[in-house]
Structure formats: C-alpha cells, structure tokens
C-alpha cells in the first residue's frame, strides 16, 4: 500500500539522529570554549552526577559518613560536556520517537476512520435492502390475495 512513504519517513528519522551526532559534538567543543557555557550550562549538571555517582558507590562498597570531593573545573567542563552531548542525542532520539508513534497513531486511526465508514455503508445497505425485502413481501402477499379472490373456473 504505502510501500514508498515507508522507507522514505525511516530514512528521514535515520539522517536525523545522525546528524545530531555531529551537532551534539560540535555544542561540546562550544561548551568546552565558551566561559559562560562551561560556568553555567557544563559545570552544574557534571558535578551534580559526580556527587551522585560517588555517593552510590561509597555506599555500594560500605563507606557512610565520606566527604565526597568535587571534580576539578577541567573534567567538570568535560564530564559536563559529554552529559550534554549525549543529551541531546536522547533528545533527538525520543523525539524522533514520538514523532513515529504519532504517525503510526494517526494512520491506526485514519484506518479505523475508515473502517467505521465502511461498516456505516454496509448497514445503511442492509436496512435499505431489508426494506426493499418488506415491501416485497408486501407485494407478494397482495398478488397472492388477488389471486384467492379470483373465482375457479369449473370444466363443464
């Protein structure tokens, strides 16, 4: 049926999350340069999963009460750097997601529209037929009473 718009829309959705590589590493090396982005964009997010990531692993290995350090500003902004790259490419990727189930809603639901219709016309059919088949019998049964009232002719 709609073997060409197929492959074309996968095709689409492939291209773009490939072309959100490039751009999540080129919003890295803007981050990695840019003071303002580092201080404000990299450095919260990176120290915030460090702390995360640190305290889990105290409290795997048994450690309760440590002090956790933060990272150095350098592999802040780096760590911070990949957390937002690999943000945006989830984001891409759920989008590109929600894009696909929407379409594969809309069509379900273009397909049950029509469905629908279809079964509409065939009932509107059958109560048509079904009073076409009344009035017929009506007729029947007419002739049939007219054939009664007629009188037998006798062979003399």
Not at 29 to 44: D, I, M, Q, T, W
Request: charged residues 25%.
């Amino acid at each position: 049926m709609v073997v060409g718009a197929f492959p074309i829309a996968k095709l689409l959705y492939l291209g773009v999350r490939q072309m959100s590589k490039p751009v999540a590493n080129r919003i890295k090396a803007g981050a990695r340069r840019s003071e303002f982005f580092k201080n404000y964009v990299c450095l919260p997010p990176a120290q915030l999963y460090h702390w995360i990531e640190m305290r889990t692993k105290m409290r795997i290995m048994g450690f309760r009460g440590s002090t956790i350090k933060p990272l150095n500003e350098e592999a802040a902004a780096e760590l911070g750097a990949e957390l937002l790259g690999e943000a945006v490419i989830f984001l891409v990727g759920g989008g590109c997601m929600v894009l696909e189930y929407s379409r594969q809603a809309a069509n379900s639901r273009r397909k049950e529209d029509e469905l629908n219709e279809t079964i509409t016309g065939l009932q509107t059919q059958i109560a048509e037929l079904a009073l076409t088949t009344e009035t017929l019998n009506a007729q029947l049964r007419e002739i049939n009473r007219q054939l009664v009232s007629f009188p037998v002719p006798t062979k003399k």
